[in-house]
C-alpha cells in the first residue's frame, strides 16, 4: 500500500458578495445527495475534509443551530471509515450578524467551535478555517468578497481577527477532546518579479507564510512583517498572539496552477486585463507557468519551502485542476508523486487531497457572480446523478496502489510543455536549486488510433491531441480500410492503441439517396466492423452520428432516449451504425452531433457564410430548418474527454443552443461585424436537395451538458477568423492555439 495517504474533499466554500450568500455544497447538489459519501469512500479515501460551517449551522441567531444536515453526514463518513476533517468556515466572512472585520468575530466563532465539537467529541481533526491569508485578501484588500474592503488596515484586521478566531476555536475544541488536531490550510506558492519589482516580489513573498507565522508565534518584532503590521496599529496583538500560539498540527498546502505569479512592470507587454499595480507602481501580475523560463518551481518546491522553514507534518490539503481530462489526471497524479518522492527523501508528507470531487462552479469568476462556469472534477455532476471521470479511476488507483494509469493520460502536462508559454518568454533568476520536474519533455505512451485522415474530424481530433498531449495515430485509408477486416486488424495490433475514434465515412448527404449501398457500407458496416474488432481486444471505441437520425417532429429538442426515425439514406446508415456499434462493442461510444462549424475547414457552412459576406454578396439560407450547430473544436474535446472517462452508449454533443440556417448565419455575420441584412431566408426546398431534411431537429441531452453554448462558440470562432482575415486555406491558421482548451485556469485564480 502506498506509503501516502489519499483524502478528498468537494468544494465546500460559503462565500458572501454584497446580501447573498453563493454555497457551492447546494450548487453541486451534493446538499441533497447524501449518497456522495458513499462515491468518495469507494475512491479509497482514508481522510475526508468536510463542512460544518457556521453559516449554514447557524445562518440567522448565534444560538439558533440545526445539526441535523451535519449529524446525518458525519455519522455517515464514520460508518464509512473515512476520518472527518471538520471545516467551520471557508471563504466566509461569517452569518449575517457578523464579518470579518467585527471584534466579536473572533469570540462568536468560538463559541460556534465549542458548540460543534461538543456534538462531535469524536472528531480529532479539524480546520476551523480555510486559508486566513486568501480570504482576506479576496475580502477586505481587493473588495471581491463582503465585506468588499480594499484598505490595509481592515486587510490585516481581517486576517488576524480568523487567527484569533481559530486559536480560540481549538482552545475551545480541545476542552472538550484534548487530542484534536489542527490542520491548517493555506494557499501557497512563490512570486517573480522583473527587477524594478523585486521589492514587491519580497514583500509578497514574506507575507505567504503569515497564516502559519502567526499561528506558530512567530510574527515578533524581528519578523520582517511585523513593523508593516504595527503601522496599522496591530503591534499590540500580534505580541499576544505571539505569546500564546496555536502552532498547527498539519500544514495544509493548498496549490495551483495560479499559485506562483509573476509580475513585469513592462505593461505593454500584456493585455489590459493583467494590468494590476500597488498604489505607488503599475504592473501586470500573471501567472508564472505562462511567462519565466525556466518553469516555476511548482508544488516540490513550495512543499520543501515549508519543511525547512516549519519541520512540521505536511499535506497536500488542495489539488485541482480545471482543464481537459488527461491534463486533470495529470495533475493529480503529479502531486501524489511529488509528495511520494518527497516523502523518500525525509520530508515529513502525509496526504494528498483531491480536491472539488465534485467539481467547482463559477471559481472562473472568484465566486463573484452565479454564472454557472462549471468545472469537472472526480464526479461530473451536470446530468443529476454523479458520474465518475477519468480522474476517478486514477484515484483508486492510487489509493490502492494497483493497477496501470489510463495510457491516454501518460506524459508530461501542458505546464510541462512548451504551449505553456502564453506571453513573452522572461528568464529569471533561480534562488536555490529547484527540483527537476516529474515529467520531461516528450513523453510517450500507447497511442489513440484516429481513423479518417483526410475528415474533418480527424484531422481536429489530431489537432486536439497535439495540444493536449496525448499520443496518436491518424490513419487513412491505405493504412486501415474500413471494408477488410485483416486491415483493420492488422493495424490495432500493430499500434497496440488504447483506444479507437472512428471519424471516417460517407459525408455526401443528397449522393447518398443515389449511392444507398455505398453510404451504408461506409457508415454502418465499416463502423459495426470496427467496432467488433475493438471489442476483441477489449478496446473502447467511439464513432459519429447525426441528428439525421430523426424526422424532426416531436416539436423540441432531442435527447439520447428518442427513437432513431431517418428520413434518409444517410441518417438510415447512421441509425444502423449506432445500434450495430454498441450491439458489438459494450465500450463503444455513439456521439450525435450535428451542423459543424470550425475556423480550420474552409469548406464549413460558417466559412461559407464569412467569405460570402465579406465579399458584400447575398446568401440564400434554409430558414425553415432548425438545428444545433456544433463548434468542432468543442466536439473534439468533449469527445476525448467523454472516451478517458470511459463512457457509452449514445451522448448528444452539440453547442448548447438552437437555430434555423439563416438565423445560425445571421449570428455569424453579427460576431464578425459583417452584414446581417446580405442574408436571405429561404425556403430548404428552394435548394433542390436530393435528401428530406428533418424540419427541427435540435439535439439536447439527458446524460449531462458538457458543451459550452452556441453563442460562445461563435464567438470564439469569430476571434480566430477575424484574426486571419477570412483565410482561403486551413493552414494559414493552423498554428494558431487550439481553440477548444481552456488552458491555464488550473482552479482558481490566486
Known amino acids: 500500500m502506498p506509503s501516502i495517504e489519499l483524502w478528498g474533499g468537494h468544494e465546500c466554500t460559503v462565500n458572501r458578495v454584497g446580501p447573498a450568500f453563493y454555497d457551492q455544497t447546494v450548487r453541486s447538489g451534493h446538499h441533497d445527495r447524501p449518497e456522495d459519501l458513499d462515491r468518495f469512500a469507494a ?24 445539526w441535523r444536515w451535519s449529524d446525518a453526514r458525519l455519522a455517515r463518513i464514520r460508518d464509512l471509515g473515512m476520518n472527518p476533517i471538520v471545516g467551520l468556515l471557508h471563504h466566509g466572512s461569517g452569518p449575517r450578524y457578523t464579518s470579518l472585520v467585527d471584534d466579536a468575530f473572533p469570540g462568536l466563532f468560538a463559541d460556534y467551535a465549542r458548540a460543534a465539537a461538543e456534538r462531535y467529541p469524536w472528531v480529532a481533526d479539524w480546520t476551523p478555517v480555510n486559508e486566513p491569508l486568501t480570504t482576506a ?3 477586505a484588500l481587493y473588495g471581491l468578497w463582503y465585506p468588499h474592503l480594499s484598505d490595509e488596515p481592515f486587510f490585516w484586521g481581517a486576517l488576524l481577527n480568523q487567527i484569533d478566531a481559530t486559536r480560540l476555536a481549538m482552545r475551545e475544541i480541545r476542552r472538550v477532546n484534548p487530542a484534536a488536531r489542527l490542520i491548517q490550510t493555506e494557499d501557497l506558492g512563490r512570486t517573480y518579479a522583473t527587477r524594478p519589482l523585486a521589492h514587491q516580489a519580497e514583500f509578497e513573498n514574506q507575507r505567504r507564510w503569515l497564516t502559519w507565522d ?11 512583517m511585523f513593523e508593516r503590521l504595527a503601522a496599522s496599529g496591530f503591534g499590540d496583538r500580534l505580541r499576544a498572539i505571539a505569546d500564546d500560539p496555536c502552532p498547527p498540527d498539519v500544514l495544509g498546502v493548498n496549490h495551483y496552477l495560479t499559485s506562483e505569479r509573476f509580475l513585469d512592470h513592462r505593461l505593454d507587454a500584456y493585455p489590459p486585463e493583467r494590468h494590476g499595480g500597488n498604489g505607488a507602481q503599475a504592473y501586470a501580475d500573471v501567472e508564472a507557468i505562462r511567462v519565466t523560463l525556466p518553469a516555476p518551481g511548482g508544488l516540490e518546491s513550495v512543499l520543501e519551502e515549508a519543511w525547512v522553514r516549519y519541520r512540521r507534518p505536511l499535506a497536500v490539503t488542495e489539488s485541482h485542476n480545471g482543464c481537459t481530462r488527461e491534463e486533470q489526471v495529470r495533475w493529480v497524479r503529479e502531486a501524489w508523486e511529488t509528495a511520494c518522492r ?14 472539488a470531487l465534485l467539481g467547482t462552479y463559477d471559481w472562473n469568476s472568484l465566486l463573484t457572480q452565479p ?13 443529476g446523478e454523479p458520474r465518475p471521470t477519468a480522474i476517478a479511476a486514477e484515484l483508486k488507483r492510487l489509493a490502492t496502489g494497483q493497477g496501470q494509469p489510463h495510457p491516454g493520460t501518460e506524459g508530461p502536462g501542458w505546464w510541462r510543455r512548451d504551449i505553456r508559454l502564453e506571453f513573452r518568454p522572461v528568464f529569471r533568476h533561480v534562488e536555490t536549486p529547484e527540483p527537476r520536474s516529474a515529467w520531461q519533455a516528450g513523453g510517450t505512451g500507447r497511442p489513440l488510433l484516429i481513423v479518417g485522415a483526410t475528415g474533418t474530424l480527424g484531422k481536429a481530433l489530431a489537432r486536439a491531441c497535439e495540444w493536449r498531449g496525448l499520443a496518436y495515430r491518424l490513419t487513412g485509408r491505405a493504412e486501415l480500410s474500413l471494408d477488410d477486416d485483416a486491415s483493420i486488424a492488422a493495424c490495432l495490433d500493430a499500434c497496440d492503441a488504447w483506444g479507437v475514434v472512428n471519424a471516417a465515412g460517407w459525408v455526401r448527404v443528397d449522393e447518398a439517396e443515389d449511392c444507398r449501398d455505398d453510404c451504408i457500407a461506409a457508415n454502418a458496416a465499416g463502423a459495426i466492423r470496427i467496432a467488433r474488432l475493438c471489442a476483441e481486444r477489449g478496446i473502447p471505441v467511439v464513432g459519429y452520428s447525426s441528428d439525421l437520425v430523426f424526422d424532426g417532429t416531436a416539436g423540441r429538442a432531442y435527447v439520447e432516449s428518442d427513437a432513431p426515425s431517418p428520413l434518409n439514406v444517410y441518417g438510415e446508415s447512421k441509425a444502423l451504425a449506432e445500434a450495430g456499434v454498441l450491439e458489438a462493442n459494450p465500450k463503444g461510444l455513439m456521439i450525435r ?3 459543424f462549424f470550425s475556423p480550420f475547414d474552409p469548406y464549413n457552412f460558417a466559412h461559407h457564410v464569412a467569405r460570402t459576406l465579406s465579399g458584400g454578396q447575398s446568401l440564400p439560407a434554409a430558414e425553415d430548418l432548425v438545428v444545433s450547430p456544433t463548434y468542432v473544436p468543442d466536439l473534439v474535446d468533449a469527445t476525448l474527454d467523454l472516451l478517458l472517462d470511459g463512457e457509452t452508449g449514445i451522448r448528444h454533443l452539440a453547442n448548447v443552443g438552437q437555430a434555423s440556417w439563416a438565423d445560425f448565419a445571421r449570428m455569424v455575420a453579427r460576431a464578425l461585424g459583417l452584414d446581417e441584412e446580405l442574408v436571405i431566408g429561404v425556403e430548404a426546398r428552394s435548394f433542390g436537395w436530393a435528401a428530406a431534411r428533418p ?16 453563442d460562445n462558440a461563435i464567438a470564439r470562432y469569430a476571434a480566430i477568423v477575424s484574426a486571419a482575415e477570412f483565410a482561403p486555406e486551413a493552414e494559414a491558421i493552423a498554428d494558431l492555439r487550439h481553440p477548444g ?4 485556469a488550473g482552479g482558481r485564480p490566486s
Open 137 to 139: 485578501r479576496f475580502s
Open 342 to 355: 518527497l516523502k523518500g527523501r525525509g520530508v515529513d508528507v502525509r496526504a494528498v487531497t483531491a480536491w
Open 43 to 66: 475512491l479509497g479515501l482514508k481522510a475526508l475534509r468536510y463542512p460544518v460551517l457556521w453559516e449554514r449551522v447557524a445562518p440567522s441567531l448565534p444560538q439558533s443551530r440545526d
Open 214 to 224: 502567526l499561528l506558530a508565534g512567530k510574527v515578533t518584532p524581528d519578523h520582517p
Open 371 to 383: 454564472l454557472g462556469h462549471y468545472e469537472v472534477g472526480a464526479f461530473d455532476i451536470r446530468s
Open 593 to 595: 452531433t450535428a451542423a
Open 741 to 744: 482548451m481552456l488552458l491555464g
Open 695 to 710: 424540419p427541427h431537429a435540435p439535439l439536447s441531452t439527458e446524460r449531462g451538458q458538457v458543451m459550452p453554448s452556441l
